[in-house]
């Protein structure tokens, strides 16, 4: 079998897969947050906590909520990688020192899971279990509880009540993401993924010589990790580590569990908005977007005009060789199109050209299907945006799902959509202007630009991926891609929620001859050009200075 034709297989494998869940997963989901019953160890919970969950709340309380969970996240995660070497099962491991300890911390929380560190040779047992994989759980909960906050702006009117965060939160850990992990850990484990608290081990090698390996809960954490598209790895090699991700099968099962939710929520949007044609099209619009990047990512990475690379079968710098090219540009996509950030390669060591789709991927907002809720309300500030555009061009009022979007609610959508841009190139463009970060760039030129860009952008998209040949490991770049990650998770949340707030507000309006129908394909045409427009104009000469060049230089 050619590679191209493995490629493809695996493509519709994956497709055939996420058809078969969408719908029951979706609906389950659907039921779990608009339930009115709360389950016995939910109940210990609210108890624990001492909150309310019955109590509705409006826009700013549940900002409140967010902003405060996240905050104590950040505080504990700190503050347990500062005292790790006086903690049992830390294997030898000694405290991690501020600046990493700080860009960690919020690297989790944001659901992020940016990596300056070599987990093997950094984290100890409590550290991982009990600090990043609790984080992997619940930053994930986060995203999903602002999603349906928004969701629920559209589907309530006259109220500003947007349901209450703890309950969402709770009932998104116990109820969806720790029974899922549970059956894709046991499904790893079965892979041959480990999953123990060995200590480290020195093992002979082939050609003489020893070599320290460790052990670890991985298998577990591995399954959360690509579940809540929080990305990461226990290992440094992450999702290239054979204890992390064993065969072909656990590869394609990874990609699968980093794209589940995402695309299954939109299920739940149409069913708590009372229509599942809308989520079908919101659907659509993804999956578009997703089939065009890989397609493109194939292109990029198989078909070559040096004969070298067509005798090998393609670009294999940079990929992961048990699993070949196709899947690997499979990975690729998949994680930098969500907010995940796993990699089975290395994208330093992809094409030019396939370079810049990974950098595209992430600029366009991770929204295709995006990251674990994120992504749904991601792609819904973009539809917002595109029924604003579609109403200018017809002269009539903009409405979307029944609510119009007037000149508060395009205020808030338009600023949402650029506050990550800003974030991306201010801290790109100081990172390159200024000598010493620019000591830590291993590539000049096109390249060594690619890599600060991917930095940023992978940081306030929080997504977690990298170039390698940066060393992200020193004070500049542990504080400023910390800072960028806080304010690209956060500041964008501040605005989903006060919008949906806004419609939560507003009294339906009926569908009359004059309203665009955003169920139909026209629609979906639409909104897909609206994302790749907004982001081409953005994006476009940071591009042009770094992948693009060096790809039409090859």
Known sequence: MSPVLAGALQALALIAALALVHAPFGTYMARVYSSGRHGRVEKWIYKGIGVNPDTQMRWPSYLRGVLAFSAAGVLFLYLLQRIQGVLPGSLGFSSIDPAQSFNTAVSFVTNTNWQSYAGEQAMGHVVQTAGLAVQNFVSAAVGMCVALALVRGFARSRTGELGNFWSDLVRGVVRILLPAAAIAAVVLVACGAIQNFSGVHEVGQFMGGTQQWRGGAVASQEAV????????????????HPFENPTPFSNLFEIFLLLVIPVSLTRTFGVLVGSV??????????ATIWVGFVALMMWTEFAHHE????LAGGALEGKELRFGVGASSLFAVSTTLTSTGAVDSFHSSFTGLGGGITLLGM??????????????YGILIMAVIAVFIAGLMVGRTPEYLGKKIGSREIKLAAVYILITPALVLVFSAFSMALPTPRHSMLNTGAHGFSEILYAFTSAANNNGSAFAGLNANTDWFNTMTGLAMLLGRFLPMVFVLALAGSLAEQKPVPVTAGTLRTERPLFTGLLVGVI?????????????????AEGLAS
């Open 225 to 240: 990790k690509e579940l809540g598209t929080n990305g990461g790895g226990y290992f440094n090699a992450n999702s290239a």
């Open 277 to 286: 044609k809308q989520g079908y099209a919101i659907l659509a619009t993804m």
């Open 307 to 310: 004969g070298a690379l067509r």
């Open 363 to 376: 600029m366009l907002g991770e929204i295709a299907p995006g990251g674990t809720g994120s992504g749904l």
């Open 532 to 548: 790749l427009i907004i982001t081409g104009l953005t994006y476009f000469p940071a591009l042009a200075l770094g992948p693009l």
